[in-house]
């Protein structure tokens, strides 16, 4: 299927590794160039180099998406956004006993905050091009909240409150724009990793044992790949997604147990 993405711009931010990078190169393997963010160098410019390899343009930003200087370069280094892909670190896991204001400001401005900032500066202007996607990389804990991840389940549910309605605004969906979010599950990359590193730790049991019952509750009996995570990003980017807006889309191997 042709997504009709060819020569389009996506700004992709924290997409050097896991299911950031998965996006960028499902984009561009639609054609897509790419606007690329990281903090570190060298994997963003790997990430960026496989990108070109496969025929488009990628340009690489060195910095912190969650800062205001960080988004600023990212934004005047993209000719245009014509895809939004919302990505950035998730916070750490812990006790809410332990947390501190600090905690709380540094997982809503990276889970919230800056997303919605993105949003602001690049929708008005997809709706006066006619075309526009937005994709928030957020979390299956959305749907399911994990104790442990209290900064994750806080700051993603707000994000997710303000996309719901953000969604509905009749000046973006009547102008082909969409804002969708993704809630991954678990993906075998560097994050699913540390949290299984963390609980192994927590729990003072073997990694391999922790990681073995993580796998066994998942219908699907394995990790999600990056590729995967990539392919649905593309799709919900598509010509073809035009009417699909303002949704939660779960890919977990089915892991979530209820019906909706
Ligand atoms: P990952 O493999 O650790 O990759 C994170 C990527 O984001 C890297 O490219 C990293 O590069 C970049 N990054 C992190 N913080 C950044 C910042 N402040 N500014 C710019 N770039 C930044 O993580 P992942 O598994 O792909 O997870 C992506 C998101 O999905 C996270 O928010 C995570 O919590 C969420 N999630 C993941 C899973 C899963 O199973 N993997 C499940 C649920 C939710 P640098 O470190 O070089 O900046």
Redesign the pocket.
């Known amino acids: 299927m042709d997504f009709g993405l060819q020569g389009k711009w996506a700004l992709v931010?924290?997409?050097?590794?896991?299911?950031?990078?998965g996006c960028a190169l499902a984009l561009a393997r639609e054609g897509v160039n790419v606007v690329i963010?990281?903090?570190?160098a060298d994997?963003?410019a790997a990430t960026a180099a496989q990108a070109r390899a496969l025929g488009v343009q990628a340009i690489e930003v060195v910095g912190?998406?969650?800062t205001p200087e960080?988004r600023a370069a990212a934004l005047s280094a993209a000719p245009q956004v014509d895809i939004l892909v919302n990505?950035?670190?998730?916070p750490p896991p812990g006790d809410f006993r332990d947390w501190d204001e600090a905690d709380w400001q540094r997982a809503l401005t990276?889970?919230m905050l800056t997303p919605i900032a993105l949003m602001k500066a690049t929708v008005d202007a997809m709706a006066a091009r006619g075309f526009g996607r937005v994709v928030n990389?957020t979390?299956?804990?959305v749907k399911a909240p994990i104790e442990v991840l209290g900064l994750?389940n806080g700051a993603r549910s707000g994000l997710t409150g303000f996309v719901a309605g953000l969604a509905r605004d009749a000046r973006l969906a009547a102008r082909n724009v969409t804002v969708n979010n993704l809630l991954?599950?678990?993906?075998d990359?560097?994050?699913?990793r540390a949290t299984h590193a963390a609980a192994a730790q927590r729990q003072g049991r073997p990694l391999a044992e922790v990681q073995a019952e993580k796998i066994a509750a998942i219908p699907a009996r394995r990790l999600g790949l990056a590729e995967e995570f990539g392919a649905m990003c593309a799709f919900v980017c598509s010509q073809q997604a035009a009417y699909l807006t303002g949704q939660n889309l779960l890919i977990d191997g089915g892991a979530y147990p209820g019906a909706m």
């Open positions: 931010c924290a997409g050097s590794k896991g299911l950031g990078r963010t990281a903090r570190g994997a963003l912190d998406i969650t960080g990505n950035a670190g998730g990276a889970n990389i979390s299956g804990a994750s991954p599950g678990s993906f990359t560097d994050r699913i």
